[in-house]
Structures are given as structure tokens and as C-alpha cells.
């Protein structure tokens, strides 16, 4: 086999390359602020491209095995909720300790229904909080960032609204308005970095629709690594 020849001048090379990115020998880089400025959309402002991006949202998710919808209010949000806890026979569920949730009195609609809900944390005690969270057939929790373009909900973890809450119950419910839908990842970045600055939460976790494996064997399995029915809520402003 042929072998090339090594032509040229190494030291020229590598200065034609620091020439183009102007940055002399030794030197640093310009720092990049908005390294992501340009690739993504914009997010929307209107209220009528935010209905757009509900569209979207329920489209996705719908098309990735979940069930998604909008309500126009708490009333008709009642009645969704009611017939999710009737078609998955819910007695048992656990919800984030949110605001949001608060304002929508959860607990009546679930008392109706002859089921219960209870608030995060459980329990003071780790093993009675995590032993009592296994046993909840649903998990309640507010979006507060939506993206449309993949239908995702994006979670910041905290005390009061943990991972266990999202991923433990088979079924989850996920709770938000049209104001909370972005359009696209760079719009999701704006937004942590705008709320958390440099203070990242330890954990964030991106659902998209129901979890979903191939790892054994190349089966596709359905709800290994979170819930296996997954239902969103979209209050329309």
C-alpha cells in the first residue's frame, strides 16, 4: 500500500488557523454570550401564538403515546380530571406542594371521586414517605415550562416539587396554562438562565411523552423508567 507524504509547514499551518479566529499565539478566545443566539426560534408573546404552540404541544404528545387537551377553565378541568381518575381507577395520588396546584383546591375534586389526594413531602421519615409514595397509583405536577416543538415538559427539581412525584406512579397528570409554553430549547435555556442565573438546579427532567425503553432485548417497553400513562392539562389564558 502507498503511504502519503506529510507536506507543508506545521508552524503555518496552525497560524493561518489563530489568523482566522483572530486570536493570537497564547491567547484566549472571545467569549461567546449567546452562543445559542440564532439556531433556535424566538419564544412567542401573543396570545394568539401561544395557542399556536398549544397546538403543538397537544400534537406531540399525542403522537408520542399521551394524552394531552385543553381546558378553558377550572370547571371543565374538573371534569377532565374526574374522568382521567375513572378511566385509570385512581384511589390513591400525591401531588407537588406548588401554588399553582393550591389555587386549584385538587383535593375536593379527588374526595368527590372517593380517591385521595395527598401533598409533598409525605412524610418527615424517609422510609414511611418513600414506602407510602410507591403505593400512589398517580402523580400530580405543574408545568412550568412547556416546549411545543417536541412536546416536553421541562422540570426543575426542588424540595417541594421532586423527581419521585414525576416518574414513581404509573400515571401522571401534568397541569399548566398556555403561558407557560415556550417554543423551542433555545427558549428553555433563556429561561433557566433568566430564573437560576449560574444556581442550576441539581437535577431538571425533560418528559416527552410516556417512558419507553429498547434496552432488554430490543423491546419496546412502556413505563420502566417513569409513568406509563401520561396526561397533560392546558388552561387556555
Not at 397546538?55 to 374526574?82: C, H, M, P, Y
Not at 380517591?115 to 422510609?127: N, T
Request: net charge negative; aromatic share 8%; glycine share 8%.
Amino acid at each position: 500500500m502507498a503511504q502519503g507524504t506529510l507536506t507543508g509547514d506545521r508552524q503555518a499551518f496552525f497560524s493561518a488557523i489563530r489568523n482566522n479566529i483572530k486570536t493570537p499565539p497564547g491567547g484566549k478566545a472571545k467569549r461567546v454570550e449567546n452562543p445559542m443566539e440564532g439556531l433556535f426560534t424566538q419564544r412567542e408573546t401573543t396570545v394568539e401564538e401561544r395557542q399556536v404552540l398549544r397546538d403543538r404541544f397537544i400534537q406531540e404528545w399525542n403522537t408520542l403515546g399521551g394524552q394531552a387537551f385543553s381546558v378553558k377553565d377550572r370547571q371543565e378541568l374538573v371534569g377532565k380530571l374526574g374522568e382521567i381518575i375513572r378511566e385509570r381507577k385512581i384511589k390513591q395520588a400525591m401531588r407537588w406542594d406548588h401554588p399553582e396546584l393550591e389555587k386549584l383546591q385538587l383535593e375536593d375534586v379527588f374526595l368527590q371521586e372517593q380517591a385521595s389526594l395527598s401533598k409533598w413531602p409525605l412524610d418527615k421519615d424517609y422510609q414511611t414517605w418513600i414506602d407510602q409514595a410507591e403505593a400512589m397509583e398517580a402523580g400530580i405536577i405543574w408545568g412550568d415550562i412547556a416546549m411545543a416543538e417536541s412536546g416536553t415538559l421541562v422540570l426543575p427539581a426542588s424540595t417541594a416539587q421532586p423527581t419521585t412525584v414525576c416518574i414513581l406512579p404509573i400515571t401522571l397528570i401534568a397541569i399548566f396554562t398556555t403561558a407557560q409554553l415556550v417554543d423551542g430549547f433555545y427558549s428553555v435555556m433563556k429561561l433557566l438562565k433568566k430564573r437560576y442565573g449560574t444556581s442550576l438546579p441539581t437535577t431538571t427532567t425533560f418528559i416527552t411523552g410516556p417512558s419507553r425503553t429498547s434496552d432488554i432485548e430490543m423491546d419496546l417497553t412502556i413505563g420502566v423508567h417513569g409513568s406509563k400513562y401520561v396526561y397533560a392539562c392546558i388552561l387556555d389564558e
